[in-house]
């Protein structure tokens, strides 16, 4: 089994907040990452394909595609983007790293022309970042 990775950057601003709760309470919760007017990030982002070569290309998966479908589904959704107000995908959603990652999944699961969509990271810091592998691993035989 191989494991291929595209990587991608983009930028967006973000408010982490629960509207439940107070702005004192998404404070206390959130910290500085509840700021009521927002902050952003520049955020990378890790799409693991996870395959067997091709026998006449050698390519698990054609990156060039790869990054077109990422560009179409993802990039263009979110890079200069508010994650809180803009993004199809979050509507609703309150735009942790974790969230995040989960919103990009299932914007790419089925969209994979070959192999299958193994991992999404997303790193919101240098020390901060999520893997997401799906509701339920995929196992391979
Ligand atoms: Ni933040």
Redesign the pocket.
Known sequence: MLYLTRREVFSAS?R?YNEKYTDEENEKIFGK?SNPSG?G?NYVLEVVVAGEADHETGYVVDLKILKEIIDKHVLKKVDHKNLNVDVDFLKGINPTVENIAIGIWNQLEDKIPRGRLYSVKVK?TENNFVEYKGRNEIEFR
Do not use: A, Q, V
């Open positions: 973000h982490l990452c902050h990030h919101e």
